[in-house]
Nanobody, 118 residues
Framework: QVLLVESGGGVVQAGGSLKLSCVAP???????????MAWYRQAPGKQRELVAR???????TYADSVKGRFTISRENARKKMHLQMNRLQPEDTAVYYC?????????WGQGTQVTIPS
């Protein structure tokens, strides 16, 4: 069930930056701060992979491939999550999805395309 909405994708040259956002507009996310949030991505012909995760306490984890380049953050009062992506490379090209997890129940967005031409 798609309940989240991503935005901010686009085409950017290698070395550039993009900031993705994810908003939880439905009333069922009234306790947004209790959700574990994460960004995933899926490149053509590849499996969906975890990019970054932010817990309810703000603790973050990153895939090795994006450490030092991407930063995940959340705004609980606005029910939003962000992914600041710097020094983008062609291998970062993918559809990026946000996910909310509350006690094992997952909700996903429809994804936003990020393209870095080689």
């Amino acid at each position: 069930q798609v309940l989240l909405v991503e935005s901010g994708g686009g085409v950017v040259q290698a070395g550039g930056s993009l900031k993705l956002s994810c908003v939880a507009p439905r009333s069922i996310f009234s306790s947004f701060m209790q959700y574990e949030m994460a960004w995933y991505r899926q490149a053509p012909g590849k499996q969906r992979e975890l990019v970054a995760r932010i817990g309810t306490s703000g603790v973050t984890t990153y895939a090795d491939s994006v450490k030092g380049r991407f930063t995940i953050s959340r705004e609980n009062a606005r029910k939003k999550m962000h992914l600041q992506m710097n020094r983008l490379q062609p291998e970062d090209t993918a559809v990026y999805y946000c996910k909310a997890d509350f006690q094992g129940t997952e909700s996903w967005g429809q994804g936003t395309q990020v393209t870095i031409p080689s």
